[in-house]
């Protein structure tokens, strides 16, 4: 009973905060980051969000409006973060990424590459513009890649996917990506239950090998920690890996990851309209509260988002593992 206890105080995030005399709270809001389906043309064995081909969950027109306007009144919100499952899957994506632009946001979009060429997998329309509407409105696009070779991406993202990526990063290198002012950034999740290798070193692996083996070029590397959520959590358990793995992630707490986790400056909005610290608070359900109920994009209010009480849960280690990690990619040297 007292080794359980003490198991779980250890995976205690809060109290491992207080033990290392750390406070985490809110700073500002300089990004809104927007989950707008969890419709998707891929099903990847790391995914948080559980996103598939088969989901229908989409953000509506209504509630994209009303971001605009949280944008539009609040200069300190500087970054539109699109995400899903894959975001040009929404309808209303094209409006919402124009709109943002004709304000003066920044706006990136996590765009998986393969969406371009397989278009929506409910209605078949085709997505082969993307890459020319990302150039002509300037999007920041930051994309999956979990390796520079086929077998591990494949592994994970699903057959033929790296073939797929490939042929999708030289389009958008056609359309000016990588290496000037149109950026192009790439994502790596490890395959299986690892912490990500020093973002630096591998970044330089990343653009040797695809320059010389494909022609690709990119801006930066973000490496990511696979949290133990929803699809990956059940793989894990399904291996019996799921404790080993929420070990190691504790076990390799870093405080000097914690100024830069991305909930100290950043709030999530789910399809419906409800606001979270993070996107995988939102995939938990851990929704942003204050003494009249939960946030939503409909009663935000700027000082409130700055005020509230993060909610922490023993996923956070992922974000505090090692060198760290957030949406920005690793957080500590």
């Not at 709109?99 to 998986?112: D, I, Q, T």
Request: hydrophobic share 30%.
């Amino acid at each position: 009973m007292a080794q359980e206890k003490t198991k779980t105080n250890n995976h205690n995030f809060s109290r491992k905060l207080i033990d290392q005399g750390l406070d985490i709270d809110p700073i500002t809001v300089e990004t809104l980051q927007v989950n707008i389906t969890k419709l998707c043309n891929q099903t990847c064995t790391h995914c948080h969000v559980d996103a598939s081909p088969w989901r229908s969950e989409q953000m509506s027109l209504e509630s994209v409006e009303r971001c605009l306007e949280i944008l539009s009144e609040n200069d300190c919100i500087k970054n539109l973060d699109l995400t899903g499952g894959a975001p040009e899957l929404n309808p209303h994506f094209d409006y919402f990424v124009r709109e943002a632009r004709s304000l003066g946001k920044h706006v990136m979009v996590r765009h998986n590459l393969t969406v371009t060429l397989d278009g929506n997998p409910r209605t078949g329309e085709e997505k082969t513009y993307i890459p020319g509407f990302f150039a002509e409105n300037r999007v920041e696009v930051i994309s999956s890649l979990p390796y520079y070779s086929s077998y591990f991406t494949d592994k994970q993202r699903g057959k033929g996917v790296f073939e797929k990526s490939i042929e999708s990063l030289r389009m958008l290198n056609s359309e000016g990506y990588g290496g000037g002012e149109l950026k192009l950034n790439l994502v790596y999740n490890p395959v299986g239950t690892f912490l990500p290798p020093d973002q630096g070193s591998l970044e330089a692996d990343f653009k040797a090998k695809l320059k010389k083996n494909y022609g690709i070029r990119f801006d930066n590397l973000y490496t990511l920690t696979n949290m133990p959520i929803n699809r990956f959590e059940k793989e894990l358990k399904k291996q019996n890996a799921y404790e080993e793995y929420i070990e190691k992630l504790v076990y390799a707490f870093n405080p000097e990851a914690v100024d830069g986790i991305m909930c100290r400056n950043l709030i999530s909005v789910s399809h419906d309209g409800k606001i979270y610290d993070c996107d995988f608070n939102q995939m938990l359900d851990m929704q942003c509260r204050n003494g009249n109920g939960g946030l939503t994009i409909f009663n935000f209010d700027l000082n409130q988002a700055i005020k509230r009480k993060i909610r922490f849960g023993v996923h956070c280690f992922g974000c505090t593992a090692g060198a760290g990690s957030s949406c920005g990619g690793q957080t500590a040297s």
